[in-house]
């Protein structure tokens, strides 16, 4: 690697990785899991820094849906403990966002990461598909799915889930 191309990575590096961490956040509900799941894209971007230097995010993104997918099915489920908070201000609407993470963390890694890429990421059911390497359908009803699974497990998020949504 260059020294331009070095440069070039970690100026991206300081630039993006707050946003790309609270990505992998949403995507493993764990700090220690997502700054794993961050430094493993990050590794795979640097080996390939000549080739996707002209939208590295993109890659990056790709490389922790895909990731973390590769780690759900190599792993039991099992739930976050509110212990595992860092502590950090909390924001105005605590009890909204602990509820959302309580909840987010009861459904399969499979429909928290659809539902991360689709209303987070703010991503189009076909741009969803193609960074999971599912089909349409199967994201569609994995959201249906899991916003129903969110109602039954959270009812006082009706509102900000929707009714039909």
């Given at each position: 690697?260059?020294?331009?191309?070095?440069?070039?990575?970690?100026?991206?590096?300081?630039a993006r990785s707050a946003a790309l961490s609270r990505t992998a956040y949403l995507?493993t509900g764990d700090h220690h899991l997502a700054q794993d799941l961050l430094q493993?894209?990050?590794?795979?971007?640097?080996?390939?820094?000549?080739?996707?230097?002209?939208?590295?995010?993109?890659?990056?993104?790709?490389?922790?849906?895909?990731?973390?997918?590769?780690?759900?099915?190599?792993?039991?489920?099992?739930?976050?403990?509110?212990?595992?908070?860092?502590?950090?201000?909390?924001?105005?609407?605590?009890?909204?966002?602990?509820?959302?993470?309580?909840?987010?963390?009861?459904?399969?890694?499979?429909?928290?990461?659809?539902?991360?890429?689709?209303?987070?990421?703010?991503?189009?059911?076909?741009?969803?598909?193609?960074?999971?390497?599912?089909?349409?359908?199967?994201?569609?009803?994995?959201?249906?799915?899991?916003?129903?699974?969110?109602?039954?497990?959270?009812?006082?998020?009706?509102?900000?889930?929707?009714?039909?949504?």
């Amino acid at each position: 690697m260059t020294t331009a191309d070095r440069d070039g990575f970690d100026e991206f590096v300081a630039a993006r990785s707050a946003a790309l961490s609270r990505t992998a956040y949403l995507l493993t509900g764990d700090h220690h899991l997502a700054q794993d799941l961050l430094q493993a894209a990050l590794m795979q971007a640097v080996k390939h820094w000549r080739r996707i230097h002209t939208s590295p995010e993109a890659y990056v993104r790709r490389a922790m849906y895909h990731q973390n997918i590769s780690w759900w099915r190599r792993r039991r489920i099992t739930e976050t403990s509110l212990l595992s908070y860092d502590g950090a201000v909390p924001a105005p609407d605590t009890d909204l966002r602990l509820t959302l993470d309580q909840a987010l963390a009861r459904l399969t890694p499979k429909q928290r990461t659809v539902l991360v890429l689709r209303f987070y990421e703010d991503l189009t059911e076909v741009e969803t598909a193609r960074a999971l390497g599912l089909s349409t359908s199967t994201v569609k009803s994995t959201t249906r799915q899991s916003l129903a699974r969110l109602r039954t497990l959270a009812p006082e998020l009706a509102e900000l889930i929707g009714a039909d949504a």
